[in-house]
């Protein structure tokens, strides 16, 4: 044979053995293919409907507003955790100041120490929000509409002097009451999904939080921004917004509010230097507060196109060293999507607590013939202040006798979508927006 032939046999060999290795290995495979396309980026697998309405449970029942920058926060765990600590300093420390890096919506949370609390001890659910946030926005949102058809069906929610329920375009909007503060619901959200268990009207949190666009409040975004920051949720186009708005038409009253300079009287709420700015001395109209509407301000922050929470996911996900990780090479942080339906219903293990030494050197007790056995503790009785999403324990599970609301709203999503697809309008009136596609749906 040759030095050509041996040559040729050679190649043909190695041909096939990196042929045979590649099937043997899709994963390699397609972290090659993904190296030469320089896009390594990978989605996490999507979530199942039942997933989902357990993920969104805890806060389906929230004004509208608060689960736009909730949702909004979510695409930032590390600010989130940098902000719980920030809020522990503060109560030694009332000079401290957000840092400027961080995003409106995180500042905007500032003003919900328990709800900023509840996003950082349970970063996993922060953290596959801000996953489904960013790859099924739409099936969030479909799932909490989902959830409130239920709530308001079984009468667990409606409007009162807190919060006003309402319906519109087939779909369940609930906002504040008051343009001055927001009460939050207090309920359990394993009333959702846990088959046995036996639904109850929503409570409040006793302290309403300030509404997060009121100037008055502790840390309102604009100190930090630069400019005002809002948030809202498109139900009929199925989007979060949040961002910057024009508030060109709401002036404040400066009582020589400004810390850097002498000022008094009325100036654009938009003119305010807000690192200067000391807030008990400014004031707002109460008429004006008016324009805090939440149509008003999902209008305002839609003109700008950089708002769209869905491609400011997108742009994260893109630019996120730890996202854009080969699969299997994820680091510990984003690694954490485990069984979201169970891992979700479950209560959070203390992981993190050492176990307790076994004493074996203490000598065994007595035996005593009549003692009675000692009653378990009481481990799950409740401690504290109530706290958002907390898990209510040791409640009876008996079987309501309401039955099941059947599941169907995105099937009627998408049946209304068809509707108006073959020239049809929004069934039942109104004057329900085309639903945009590709618009937040799950990745195939």
Same mark, same amino acid.
Request: hydrophobic share 35%; glycine share 8%; proline share 7%.
């Given at each position: 044979?040759?030095?050509?032939?041996?040559?040729?046999?050679?190649?043909?060999?190695?041909?096939?053995?990196?042929?045979?290795?590649? @099937?043997?290995?899709?994963?390699?495979?397609?972290?090659?293919?993904?190296?030469?396309? $320089? =896009?390594?980026?990978?989605?996490?697998?999507?979530?199942? /409907?039942?997933?989902?309405?357990?993920?969104?449970?805890?806060?389906?029942?929230?004004?509208?507003?608060?689960?736009?920058?909730?949702?909004?926060?979510?695409?930032?765990?590390?600010?989130?955790?940098?902000?719980?600590?920030?809020?522990?300093?503060?109560?030694?420390?009332?000079?401290?100041?957000?840092?400027?890096?961080?995003?409106?919506?995180?500042?905007?949370?500032?003003?919900?120490?328990?709800?900023?609390k509840m996003m950082?001890?349970?970063?996993?659910?922060?953290?596959?929000?801000? =996953?489904?946030?960013?790859?099924?926005?739409?099936?969030?949102?479909?799932?909490?509409?989902?959830?409130?058809?239920?709530?308001?069906?079984?009468?667990?929610?409606?409007?009162?002097?807190?919060?006003?329920?309402?319906?519109? !375009?087939? !779909?369940?909007?609930?906002?504040?009451?008051?343009?001055?503060?927001?009460?939050?619901?207090?309920?359990?959200?394993?009333?959702?999904?846990?088959?046995?268990?036996?639904?109850?009207?929503?409570?409040?949190?006793? =302290?309403?939080?300030?509404?997060?666009?009121?100037?008055?409040?502790?840390?309102?975004?604009?100190?930090?921004?630069? /400019?005002?920051?809002?948030? /809202?949720?498109?139900?009929?186009?199925?989007?979060?917004?949040?961002?910057?708005?024009?508030? &060109?038409?709401? #002036?404040?009253?400066?009582? &020589?509010?400004?810390? &850097?300079?002498?000022?008094?009287?009325?100036?654009?709420?938009?003119?305010?230097?807000?690192?200067?700015?000391?807030?008990?001395?400014?004031?707002?109209?109460?008429?004006?507060?008016?324009?805090?509407?939440?149509? &008003?301000?999902?209008?305002?922050?839609?003109?700008?196109?950089d708002n769209a929470?869905?491609?400011?996911?997108?742009?994260?996900k893109k630019n996120? @060293?730890? /996202?854009?990780?080969?699969?299997? *090479?994820?680091?510990?942080?984003?690694?954490?999507?485990? +069984?979201?339906?169970? $891992?979700?219903?479950?209560?959070?293990?203390?992981?993190?607590?050492?176990?307790?030494?076994? !004493?074996?050197?203490?000598?065994?007790?007595?035996?005593?013939?009549?003692?009675?056995?000692?009653?378990?503790?009481?481990?799950?009785?409740?401690?504290?202040?109530?706290?958002?999403?907390?898990?209510?324990? #040791?409640?009876?599970?008996?079987?309501?006798?309401?039955?099941?609301?059947?599941?169907?709203?995105?099937?009627?999503? +998408? @049946?209304?979508?068809?509707?108006? @697809?073959?020239?049809?309008?929004?069934?039942?009136?109104?004057?329900?927006?085309?639903? *945009?596609?590709?618009?937040?749906?799950?990745?195939?």
């Amino acid at each position: 044979m040759t030095g050509n032939d041996l040559l040729k046999v050679g190649a043909a060999a190695l041909t096939l053995l990196l042929a045979g290795f590649g @099937s043997a290995h899709p994963v390699l495979a397609q972290e090659q293919v993904a190296a030469a396309s $320089g =896009d390594a980026t990978t989605s996490p697998e999507p979530l199942s /409907a039942d997933e989902m309405e357990v993920l969104v449970a805890r806060i389906a029942l929230y004004p509208d507003e608060l689960i736009a920058v909730i949702t909004a926060a979510a695409l930032y765990p590390l600010q989130i955790i940098e902000a719980a600590r920030f809020l522990d300093r503060y109560e030694k420390d009332k000079s401290l100041k957000p840092k400027e890096s961080w995003d409106g919506s995180v500042v905007s949370l500032l003003n919900y120490p328990d709800i900023v609390k509840m996003m950082s001890d349970d970063l996993e659910w922060t953290q596959t929000l801000g =996953d489904a946030i960013a790859y099924q926005q739409k099936d969030v949102l479909v799932a909490i509409q989902q959830l409130r058809d239920e709530a308001v069906a079984k009468g667990v929610i409606k409007t009162d002097d807190k919060i006003q329920v309402v319906k519109a !375009n087939d !779909n369940i909007v609930i906002k504040s009451a008051s343009p001055e503060v927001i009460y939050v619901p207090q309920y359990p959200p394993q009333m959702f999904y846990e088959p046995d268990y036996v639904w109850e009207p929503i409570r409040y949190y006793p =302290d309403p939080y300030p509404y997060y666009v009121y100037p008055g409040a502790t840390f309102f975004a604009g100190a930090v921004t630069g /400019a005002i920051w809002a948030a /809202a949720v498109d139900w009929d186009d199925w989007g979060v917004w949040g961002g910057r708005w024009n508030g &060109n038409d709401i #002036n404040i009253d400066c009582n &020589n509010c400004f810390n &850097n300079r002498d000022f008094n009287g009325n100036i654009n709420i938009n003119d305010v230097d807000w690192k200067n700015v000391d807030r008990s001395k400014i004031k707002i109209d109460r008429d004006q507060l008016n324009k805090f509407d939440q149509n &008003n301000i999902k209008n305002r922050i839609e003109k700008n196109g950089d708002n769209a929470i869905r491609d400011r996911a997108r742009d994260i996900k893109k630019n996120d @060293s730890l /996202a854009n990780r080969a699969p299997g *090479k994820t680091a510990g942080t984003r690694d954490i999507r485990k +069984s979201t339906l169970d $891992g979700l219903k479950a209560k959070p293990a203390n992981v993190t607590r050492p176990a307790k030494p076994a !004493n074996i050197q203490k000598p065994a007790a007595k035996p005593t013939a009549n003692r009675p056995a000692a009653k378990p503790a009481k481990v799950n009785r409740p401690a504290g202040k109530p706290k958002p999403a907390a898990r209510v324990d #040791n409640r009876p599970k008996k079987p309501s006798g309401l039955g099941n609301v059947d599941r169907g709203k995105a099937t009627k999503v +998408s @049946s209304n979508r068809g509707h108006k @697809s073959m020239g049809g309008g929004q069934r039942g009136g109104g004057g329900h927006k085309q639903i *945009k596609r590709g618009g937040g749906g799950r990745r195939r």
